[in-house]
């Protein structure tokens, strides 16, 4: 890929909302290979801080009536619109890829550098995801940093959800928004 091809299609990068993506999902050799490009992250000391959760089909809907519940729990005053919120989170996107983070306490690699890897691991999934023509979204929400749900989906101790990725096909054209000018942004280092 030329160098204009490249920076065109991380150029064109976006996000489709779960709510708009249906199937058909990537199927399995796919995602494979999506897996492949997007572990190419930087991993200072080759610790691997990370591993995949897949969700699919009924999986999705059963993790829903878990989170419903558990929402309950966490909020017995929540309104019956919030509970069947969570209930339908993992219920539009064919597939979802949780990107789990698995850190080694006290090793020289400090856990922010581990962190930043796993998270790397996240965004590259994304570009992978588009480079196959499917569309995607990073999402997190509660879920994401509750403990009861952590346990549910099979964590260990020094392992954290960074990113559900909801995977398929989007329904509709997604418009471009406004991003920052990077001019904006930069700076010189003055001693």
Same mark, same amino acid.
Not at 32 to 59: C, E, K, N, T, Y
Not at 125 to 140: E, M, N, V
């Given at each position: 890929?030329?160098?204009?091809?490249?920076?065109?299609?991380?150029?064109?990068?976006?996000?489709?909302?779960?709510? $708009?993506?249906?199937?058909? !999902? @990537?199927?399995?050799? +796919?995602?494979l290979r999506m897996l492949q490009s997007a572990?190419? &992250? #930087?991993?200072?000391?080759?610790?691997?801080?990370?591993?995949?959760?897949?969700?699919?089909?009924?999986?999705?809907?059963?993790?829903?009536?878990?989170?419903?519940?558990?929402?309950?729990?966490?909020?017995?005053?929540?309104?019956?619109?919030?509970?069947?919120?969570?209930? $339908?989170?993992?219920?539009? !996107? @064919?597939?979802?890829? +949780?990107?789990?983070?698995?850190?080694?306490?006290?090793?020289? &690699? #400090?856990?922010?550098?581990?962190?930043?890897?796993?998270?790397?691991?996240?965004?590259?999934?994304?570009?992978?995801?588009?480079?196959?023509?499917?569309?995607?979204?990073?999402?997190?929400?509660?879920?994401?940093?509750?403990?009861?749900?952590?346990?549910?989906?099979?964590?260990?101790?020094?392992?954290?959800?960074?990113?559900?990725?909801?995977?398929?096909?989007?329904?509709?054209?997604?418009?471009?928004?406004?991003?920052?000018?990077?001019?904006?942004?930069?700076?010189?280092?003055?001693?």
């Amino acid at each position: 890929m030329s160098e204009n091809c490249f920076l065109q299609a991380l150029d064109q990068r976006r996000s489709v909302p779960s709510l $708009q993506l249906g199937e058909p !999902a @990537p199927d399995q050799a +796919t995602l494979l290979r999506m897996l492949q490009s997007a572990v190419r &992250v #930087p991993d200072h000391g080759r610790l691997v801080p990370f591993r995949f959760l897949q969700i699919r089909g009924d999986a999705r809907h059963s993790l829903g009536e878990f989170l419903a519940r558990r929402s309950r729990e966490r909020n017995p005053q929540a309104s019956e619109a919030a509970i069947d919120k969570d209930r $339908q989170r993992f219920s539009h !996107a @064919p597939l979802i890829v +949780t990107v789990i983070a698995r850190i080694t306490p006290g090793h020289k &690699v #400090p856990e922010q550098e581990q962190l930043l890897s796993a998270g790397s691991v996240c965004f590259a999934l994304l570009l992978a995801a588009q480079g196959f023509g499917f569309g995607a979204q990073w999402l997190t929400a509660w879920m994401a940093y509750d403990p009861e749900v952590a346990r549910h989906l099979g964590l260990a101790e020094n392992e954290r959800v960074l990113g559900f990725i909801h995977i398929g096909t989007p329904k509709v054209d997604v418009p471009e928004r406004d991003r920052p000018d990077p001019a904006t942004l930069l700076q010189d280092y003055q001693p």
